[in-house]
RNA sequence: GCCGGAGUGGCGGAAUUGGCAGACGCGCACGACUCAAAAUCGUGUUCCCUCGGGAAUGUGGGUUCGAUUCCCACCUUCGGCACCA
């Protein structure tokens, strides 16, 4: 094995050695430095779960390396790291367990700051913040404070879902599949009608769905897209009978006169007022019904078309026809204005349900070019844009101008307008929870809603409570925690005993980031005007419609109250993918396939763990984990220590050709590794290094000691210094240098070494390789095309024949075409 | 149903964006070292073959001198949304 003098590679030994070396140097401290470019590298922050787990290793340590790479290239780099650590598991790990919420989150979080310092990542500590910590939330209270002095907080009555089993309020998006259960704990969700804080975050859904000047993945600008849900159409208001305004939002206002009938949503406060006596029963019904569909599990798409008819009717403002009004559960209280016109003819759902109770369908749309519809025969809706027909003053008009006729006609009429709808609702903050930090709202009877004075923040989270759970929040059933007193008045007053969102602190921690203590406000403005914008923002795509949003939205907000700058927070975003099990599933503990990164690292060492993350996949994709694969990885780790560390057996002679061999390969090489780490293509970074340490390997005996060779080692360690810091600062060490490798500059290709002086021409006939020869790199067409047809193997193919048509690739191919 | 990914050897994956398909690694086979094994090093490894070649990047078509790459249709698969008016 190894020669007596070189150690054995003992990634243990060296990696703890590094790790407190670095850590006693201040190695990775980030601080202004007006002198240097500054880069904001900033990573998902996690939850403090219990353990790290490979998911988190994969996440975070390719954007370490690639930090580490902005550092080697003259960046002053920010790559900080903290926890999120309010939020229901902590609640549901301390019942499981019977501990304290408080207790058990520090404690996770002590176990994986442990297991984040064993990654080697170039962490600056003292800018960790904890979300849990009475400095951090704080501000967060303070935030929303200025949000609702600023009318983007407001308080409604909401029917929300509700999970029965966790006893909190859900987010749309935390409610999941078909049957619409928990995202945590898959208990189907039920709605319950509470006075809840939500945030104005449609007041921004047109400037949320403008990404111009980021480099965000298409991937999540579609997610969020699709989120808000922009449509374009008219409000249009019908009137009852009795007077009363029903609006409707509609995206074919060209369809007003093939209005058949009304729908509204059951929940419509109009339904009781339209609903004549003889049909109260059916009413009254099937609202029970429709609440109850809710509460249980819903049923497939194709769940047939209900709804009864309350017996009121409306009138068309355009036609002045008289409308039946319905009421039907297909139409939700939750999108649009809760009711809707219904034009069978040219939408599919208005079709079934017309079909369905036997309502009229009117054509008034004929598409150009296809026989003119008749209602009796029509089997589905044609929603198809046409010519107008029945549609009194705008019959004829063609389909490409009857959208905006129309919305210029009911606006004529004062009946309606153009108008935009989002899918996109406001954010609902409010949680029954403990483990949150408090709304900082105290409720006066004279006076309402009243913020706590910034200078009594923060409103403290009581730590003596009973955090299990009763169905109450917690923080209701303290002894004195919610007596308080008025702000303005002075009288006795009551404190908000819900919590806030976690969404809402991971919201600004790459703000708190800046300056962690810092005590005058939430960043210090020096700060940010140094860091600010986040320049590479790296983590998992399922955060593309919740936390993407929502911290663009903050950024906007606080933008507009002058406290931030710029459009957007984050400038580039880039996701990683899945690590998956062996199996190719997704990880658990009940599957059994659940890769510990601890034992990694106690096994290969943390360099090795690195880069098999980095080597296995392509980031953005993922994949399942491979046992076998990793040891590949830790082969060519130790291939590197003993190549460049192990005096050389032969005396070498090193020839010319040699050299240049080498000197060529090394810049290639370097050229390659730097533009993937600018591109996130990590994967090929990790193959190229593998194939130039082999060729290093290979020539070795005969250039070793020579300055080429030493260029090489020099070249290749600096390059693998952001991929496995240990063991490229133990052998740059050992190699008799004093200063960190992690303190060297990025080398420079040099590009005239690097080139290609002679090139494989590959030479084809009819599309088909049939030789390749070798010729100088600079070749004129002329030369290359005579130099393949001289060849012999062409020969055999050309049969005498004359070519048709020579294609010449410049430093590539030719194409003899017969 | 709609939107968006993905489909390449036994496996993970590469391919300068229209120009040598299968880099790099795993696995496997053979060899060297060893009493032996492990480790290490070396060689080979898409498939078929009559050893001349031929076929092949989910399937079928198209454009092109040339297609993993572009276009059309379809299949499979993974995500997201879903009675959105």
Known sequence: MAKPNVPNYNPDEIERKWQEQWAADGLYKSDINDSRTKFYALTMLPYPSGDLHIGHWYAITPSDARARYKRMNGFNVLFPIGFDAFGLPAENAAIKRNI????????????MRGQLKSMGAMFDWRREIISADEKYYRWTQWFFIQLYKHGLAYRKMSPVDWC???????AREQVVGEDRHCERCGTPVIKKDLEQWFFRITNYAEELLNFEGIDWPERVRTLQTNWIGKSEGALVTFKTEAGDPIEVFTTRPDTLWGVT?????PEHPLVQKLTTPENQANVEQYIMDAQRQSDI?????????SGVFTGGYAIN???????PVWIADYVLMTYGTGAIMAVPAHDQRDFEFARKFKLPVKVVVQPGGSPVLEPEDMTEAVPAAGALVNSGPLTGTPGDRSFKRAVEYVTQLGAGKGATNYRLRDWLISRQRYWGAPIPIIYCKTHGAVPVPEDQLPVKLPEDVEWKPTGESPLKLHPTWRKTTCPICGAPAERETDTMDTFMCSSWYHLRYLSPDFSEGPFDPKEYDYWMPVDTYTGGIEHATMHLIYTRFFHKALRDMGITEGPEPMLQLRNQGMVLGEDSEKMSKSRGNVVAPDNLVKAYGADTVRAYLMFFARWDMGGPWSSGGIDGVS???????TTLLEPASASGKANETAVKSLRRKVHQTLRTVTKDFETFEFNTIISAMMELMNEMAKVKPEVAGSAAWNEAADIYLKMLAPVTPHISEEIWHLMGNKKSIHLQAWPKVDEVAARQEEITLVVQVNGKVRDRIIVPADIDEEKAKAAALESEQVHKFLEGGKPRQVIYVKGRLVNIVM
């Open 317 to 323: 403002p355009v036609s002045g026809e008289r409308i």
């Open 297 to 305: 599990q819903r049923e497939a798409q194709d769940k047939e078309k």
């Open 261 to 265: 009938f009304m729908v509204l949503a």
């Open 164 to 170: 029965p089993k966790d006893h909190t309020t859900l």
């Open 100 to 111: 304290h919420p408080k207790t058990w989150t520090y404690a996770n979080i002590d176990r």
């Open 635 to 641: 082969r060519w780790l130790h291939r590197v220590w």
